[in-house]
């Protein structure tokens, strides 16, 4: 295992660290994320250092060895230092003990052993770390077995899990974004945890939770992640206009649809489609306005009457309270949401030159993106159904391609005009003009090239021949 290890850290900079550490006579690991990644071969481009005693010392120490031009930042308030080298930033800190008190986020920090530091991590495949130190170079320390939980895939805390999520709530988060993010499941007794704290999510400022929910949503499958905020009792707290889609109601023996599951499904479609992080969006929040406007209505059933313009509504004061930026991101969501029921009212109707043109003009750029989360959106279990409104939204597509090409040929110009056709024949305003113009105009227009002036030019002089005239220059 060691001679592995030491293989894949086999660096010079891992080598100069570890001699900094010698020269100061202390122990120093690469511990974290760092390690985790390691074992998974996933980039990481942070590595954060633990030693014993000061770790701002040997961050220090190793700058000199490594040249003036590289300058150590300190953050006394935390005993950590950090410096860039070669594109990678390093950290490091002093291995610590930390205690927590209930209502509050900030630990007691003490100085501690690489022991009392591992334990107060959050996840085993997180609490690994590895020596750097020249004889130890490459040893492992695994003492809650990190390895192994790699193996098995699998997320778990390395004590007591109510102690490290009351001592910390956002892992409560980072629990749920790692099993998203690396396909791990969460240990039972580990989710249970979750449940049982989820209460304490309060504490957690609402920016640090954004961070988490946008890398669930940057991840291939997000909605491995809604489903286990979903069933830990987290997103009733964090997120309450997006759980109250959960859920089907019943009246005379006609249901509706789980809204939330449904939403799930058109994300990960949507997902699979686009990295766009802001359509993925769109795609959670396309029907947020169902459960406002639900009603059953006798003889028709269950109705979202203008679903899309109240979600639509909504949208600003969740952005507001989720802190997302309110720039042209949300103005971007809103439009999603609010149009996205415009290309399926489409292809229900005839589809007219006039509402595709206008949905172009609604939707601007974005009108591909729209067609994705439209497309994503039809879900039914009928495929007969799904495979109907897909044929038609290839139609509309074809219109949206068709509408474009003839669009910027309405505004086209050829490239003569009745000016030059009047002067080179030395005509006034006329028909013989009309007409030149007519033919030049339509033969360019069945030709491959419409803007060859050349072609144009005797195109002109060959329907004027035709109809008795001589460009001037060859009268003089
Ligand atoms: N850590 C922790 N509890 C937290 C945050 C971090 O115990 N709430 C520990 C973990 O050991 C983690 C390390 O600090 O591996 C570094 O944290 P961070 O850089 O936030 O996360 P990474 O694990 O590196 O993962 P990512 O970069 O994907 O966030």
């Not at 630990?107 to 020596?131: K, Q, Y």
């Not at 109510?162 to 969460?186: C, K, N, V």
Request: glycine fraction near 6%.
């Amino acid at each position: 295992m060691t001679e592995d290890i030491r293989k894949k850290i086999d660096k010079p900079i891992f080598h100069a660290v570890g001699a900094a550490a010698d020269r100061l006579g202390r122990d120093c690991y690469a511990v974290g994320g760092y390690v985790r990644d390691l074992f998974l071969d996933r980039h990481s481009k942070d590595i954060d250092f633990v030693t014993v005693g000061s770790g701002i010392e040997v961050a220090r120490n190793l700058a000199e060895s490594l040249g003036k031009h590289v300058k150590v930042t300190v953050f006394k308030n935390f005993g950590t230092a950090q410096l860039h080298y070669k594109g990678e930033e390093l950290e490091f800190v002093g291995a610590r003990r930390e205690s927590y008190s209930h209502d509050s986020r900030k630990p007691i920090v003490e100085d501690g052993s690489l022991d009392d530091d591992l334990d107060r991590r959050d996840f085993t495949i997180n609490a690994m770390a590895i020596c750097v130190n020249g004889p130890r170079f490459g040893e492992l320390v695994d003492k809650f077995d990190g390895t192994g939980d790699l193996k098995r895939r699998l997320i778990r805390t390395p004590l007591d899990p109510d102690i490290t999520f009351s001592d910390d709530p956002l892992r409560m988060m980072r629990a749920i974004r790692f099993a998203t993010q690396l396909r791990f499941s969460i240990e039972y007794a580990t989710f249970e945890a979750i449940k049982r704290n989820a209460g304490r999510i309060k504490i957690i400022s609402r920016e640090r939770i954004y961070s988490e929910l946008t890398k669930i949503m940057e991840s291939e499958r997000p909605s491995i992640g809604w489903s286990m905020l979903l069933d830990s009792g987290l997103l009733e707290l964090i997120f309450p206009e997006f759980a109250a889609l959960r859920g089907t109601e019943t009246v005379n023996g006609r249901g509706h649809k789980d809204n939330f599951f449904h939403t799930l499904q058109v994300l990960d479609t949507v997902a699979s489609k686009s990295d766009n992080v802001w359509l993925r969006w769109s795609a959670l929040l396309h029907d947020i306005g169902k459960p406002a406007t639900k009603h059953w209505v006798d003889g028709v059933g269950w109705t979202f009457h203008n679903h899309n313009f109240i979600g639509a509504k909504m949208i600003r004061n969740i952005f507001r309270k989720m802190k997302f930026p309110l720039d042209d991101k949300l103005k971007y969501v809103e439009k999603m949401v609010e149009l996205h029921m415009r290309p399926i009212a489409l292809v229900e109707d005839t589809v007219t030159d006039s509402a595709i043109r206008r949905l172009m003009v609604d939707a601007g750029e974005d009108i591909e993106d729209l067609m994705i989360l439209c497309e994503a959106d039809i879900t039914s279990k009928n495929q007969e159904k799904v495979r109907r409104y897909l044929d038609n939204y290839v139609i509309v597509r074809d219109k949206i391609i068709d509408l474009e090409a003839r669009d910027k040929l309405r505004n086209w110009q050829p490239p003569v005009d009745g000016n030059m056709i009047m002067a080179t024949f030395g005509l006034s305003q006329g028909k013989a003009v009309g007409e030149i113009k007519t033919y030049v105009r339509e033969t360019l227009l069945n030709s491959d090239s419409p803007n060859d002036f050349d072609y144009a030019r005797r195109l002109m002089l060959e329907k004027g021949r035709e109809l008795g005239y001589e460009p001037i220059e060859n009268k003089l």
